[in-house]
Nanobody, 123 residues
């Protein structure tokens, strides 16, 4: 069973950058697609970005050009590089994993979730 641990969150100012990490246990993680989601207070969880085992990526429109998802299979880790952060990016960020590349924008279809990491962007 794959287990996920996020890290890298913090408090930054608007315009700053952060890199989130999603570290996985389990050697088969390299075959999983991984998605990043976020949930702001009082709002529903929303899709941010995803990457599959062939390094194909997909982004939510509001983060295109600012966020980059990548993976290092040698380290069993997926990253989310976040640049030009805005106050509206404030949320708890979660990574999740699934075996296929179907409906990657819906959290309902992911098998494993991390515990989340807080990102706060001040104006």
């Amino acid at each position: 069973q794959v287990q996920l641990v996020e890290s890298g969150g913090g408090l930054v100012q608007a315009g700053d950058s952060l890199r989130l990490s999603c570290a996985a246990s389990g050697r088969i993680f390299s075959n999983y697609a991984v998605g990043w989601f976020r949930q702001a207070p009082g709002k529903e969880r929303e899709f941010v970005a995803a990457i599959n085992r062939s390094y194909v990526t997909y982004y939510e429109d509001s983060v295109k050009g600012r966020f980059t998802i990548s993976r290092d299979k040698t380290k069993n880790t997926v990253y989310l590089q976040m640049n030009s952060l805005k106050p509206e990016d404030t949320a708890v960020y979660y990574c999740a994993a699934k075996r296929d590349w179907i409906r990657v924008t819906s959290g309902l279809y992911y098998d494993v979730w991390g515990q989340g990491t807080q990102v706060t962007v001040s104006s």
